[in-house]
């Protein structure tokens, strides 16, 4: 999400929460009871404002929104205690699949990314690493009507004035005929496009590279993935010039994280730096800063000036460092490993997309109200997991969705012998066997028979009446979604 110098850093922390302290889930606040009446007065008020002064009045008037969404008020307050550490921000941002998808992207629009980079010079996977965090390679928009959610911020709690430019700056794009109307959704912040770009910084920098004369960043990818490049390069990128790279330090190096402290890479070969696979550091780089996102026991880099034109379209470090290493992916089309060649300090690591799926399914087998199985862990897939470590005995309950967890849940018998994750069935070693929650309704689950290979699944259960019987049933999940037990004779 493109933040403007203004309000980079105090919308950032709540829009993307991209702090690195893992801790428990805060509860989501309700959403606030916002007066229609006041709302409307606001929204008069604004129309003869400063800000609205390129706005004209039929556009104003037409797009005006009836309701305020109180919603959005929630998104801006609400600062969730449970935020993810560095290897879990890059696992779910950079696994197999979004390289998968990235590859296939660059194959398919080689010809445009390469005018693009000829114009203006970004490499071709670094556009390509900016489109795959922002969207999922336009993927994910973003359904939130924009001038709903800009007139309430605008209106309503802090930051209004920011809000407000914001607010006028959308109309204006309509006005221009560069989007339909039905086309500006996005963010609850108001953030939208394929490369999610606010709609200040769309009027600055948003370009029309397909050349039908408009600049539309949702429907044209040409246009996007161009004006994304032009973002670059008017933040200083610097052409023929790499990220920076993984490095190895020294045996008791002492040094501290501080990627604005550029020194010359003879200064970094002096302090015994080498890269990651203990390569002399090459030459292409005229000056970088060292990163040490996880401290010294974890990956290190020493990173340049485009890694900064990354930190720029949003600023945090985990999130440039997704673009930096996606793009390195891309480029290498090689989606057989994502990780680092030095590991995170943990022995819990991160999951993709694929295993938050699972985890997902399996929640909503053993009765958790979850909702869609996307791939994203938000806060109802963290509250049932703290329910589920709960009442399963898995300590500590935090919520978290690592590679403990989904061994834990999804019955891998790797898990076997942790302390923490004693069987597959999430229990410590060594204790007794333990009562299923009452709201989990497969909680007496007591072997999965699932081929790797099969479409359903078929569960032994052991029903409560009867403990000597083996009833046996099959997952079935049905068009719509809806996941059922069907119950079959023994033997079939």
């Given amino acids: 999400m493109r933040l403007t110098p203004f309000s980079t850093l105090s919308l950032l922390s709540i829009a993307v929460g991209l702090s690195l302290a893992s801790t428990a889930q805060a509860a989501r606040p309700p959403a606030p009871d916002l007066s229609n009446s006041e709302f409307q007065q606001c929204l008069d008020g604004l129309k003869n404002s400063s800000k609205f002064r390129g706005v004209d009045s039929f556009t104003f008037n037409n797009y005006r929104p009836s309701q305020s969404d109180p919603s959005v008020i929630q998104s801006l307050n609400y600062q969730p205690e449970f935020q993810k550490d560095v290897w879990d921000y890059l696992s779910s941002l950079v696994d197999t699949e979004r390289v998968e998808d990235g590859i296939r992207a660059k194959r398919q629009w080689a010809d445009t990314l ?42 309503f709690d802090r930051r209004q004035s920011y809000f407000q430019g914001e607010y006028a700056n959308a109309l204006k794009i309509v006005q221009n005929g560069d989007i339909a109307p039905s086309d500006m959704t996005g963010s609850w912040a108001g953030a939208f496009g394929q490369t999610q770009f606010m709609p200040s910084t769309f009027l600055e920098l948003a370009v029309d590279f397909d050349g039908d004369g408009r600049r539309d960043l949702v429907n044209s990818v040409p246009d996007a993935l161009a004006s994304t490049a032009n973002f670059l390069d008017k933040r200083g990128y610097r052409s023929g010039e790499p990220w920076g790279y993984e490095v190895k330090l020294p045996s008791g190096f002492w040094g501290a994280s501080n990627r604005k402290d550029k020194k010359s890479i003879s200064h970094w070969r002096n302090q015994g730096l080498t890269l990651a696979n203990g390569s002399p550091l090459p030459s292409d780089l005229n000056s970088a800063g060292l990163l040490l996102p996880a401290g010294p026991d974890g990956p290190a880099f020493l990173v340049g000036k485009n ?28 989606s057989s490993k994502t990780d680092f060649i030095t590991a995170w300090p943990t022995d819990d690591p991160g999951i993709g997309r694929q295993e938050s799926r699972a985890i997902q399914q399996a929640l909503l087998n053993a009765g958790y109200d979850i909702g869609e199985v996307d791939g994203i862990i938000g806060d109802n897939t963290r509250t049932a997991i703290q329910q589920y470590q709960s ?39 060594n204790s007794r066997p333990l009562n299923p929650a009452p709201a989990d309704r497969m909680g007496q689950l007591i072997q999965q028979q699932t081929s790797p290979k099969s479409t359903s699944n078929t569960y032994s259960v052991q029903p409560s009446p009867s403990p000597s019987s083996n009833t046996r049933y099959r997952r079935v999940t049905s068009p719509d979604g809806t996941v059922k037990l069907v119950r079959v004779d023994e033997g079939s």
Avoid: M
């Fill in 114 to 155: 390469r005018r693009i980079e000829s114009r203006y010079g970004v490499k071709a996977e670094h556009v390509l690493g900016v489109w795959g965090v922002e969207s999922n390679f336009g993927q994910t928009l973003g359904k939130k009507p924009l001038f709903e959610s800009l007139a309430t911020l605008s209106c």
């Fill in 307 to 334: 890694f900064d034109t990354f930190y720029s379209y949003n600023a945090s470090e985990s999130y440039a460092l997704a673009i930096a290493h996606l793009s390195d992916l891309i480029t290498r089309e090689d």
């Fill in 391 to 429: 009442s399963h005995g898995i300590f500590p309950a935090d919520g978290r969705a690592g590679q403990k967890f989904y061994r834990a849940i999804i019955g891998n018998t790797a898990a076997t012998g942790s302390s923490q994750y004693g069987n597959q069935y999430g229990q410590p070693a």
